[in-house]
């Protein structure tokens, strides 16, 4: 029996599938999303992850589990994006010019809860300041 882990996990945006948006997320959500999407692509070109996947693939099985769980389109782009800033050297006023205040402050969220995870601090210290950080990066960073 396949688990929906096992589903998630084999879960891919392709092209197709970004034409089928719509039928989810209005106009603009959709577009948001292709857009975070193609720009993902675009700036993980050939990169590898620590198991040897197309980096790229792991954004969008996250980005796969947050629209089953119907999260927000800007959600769904950050998740896209939120290796921008450490793995992919792009600016933040980059992403400020090419996507809405909410997606680079999600994506900027999501860094801050690698960087508290990588700490040295308590889990308690830890677990303190994950329930003050918003709780639609902290969904995003747990898909991942």
Known sequence: MMTTADLLSRMVIGEKALDGLERIY???????????????????????????????????????????LEAEA????????????????????????????DVLHLIKNIGEAQVLLASNKSQEEKMNQLKAMDKTSILIFLAQ
């Open 26 to 68: 209005d106009k603009k959500g959709a577009e948001l999303i292709k857009k975070a999407w193609k720009f993902s692509k675009h700036i993980n070109e050939n990169k590898l992850s620590k198991s040897g996947e197309l980096f790229v693939k792991r954004l969008q099985r996250c980005a796969c589990a947050l629209i089953y």
């Open 74 to 101: 800007d959600a769904v782009a950050a998740a896209l994006l939120a290796n921008a800033f450490e793995d992919a050297d792009v600016k933040e006023e980059e992403i400020r010019e090419e996507f809405p205040e």
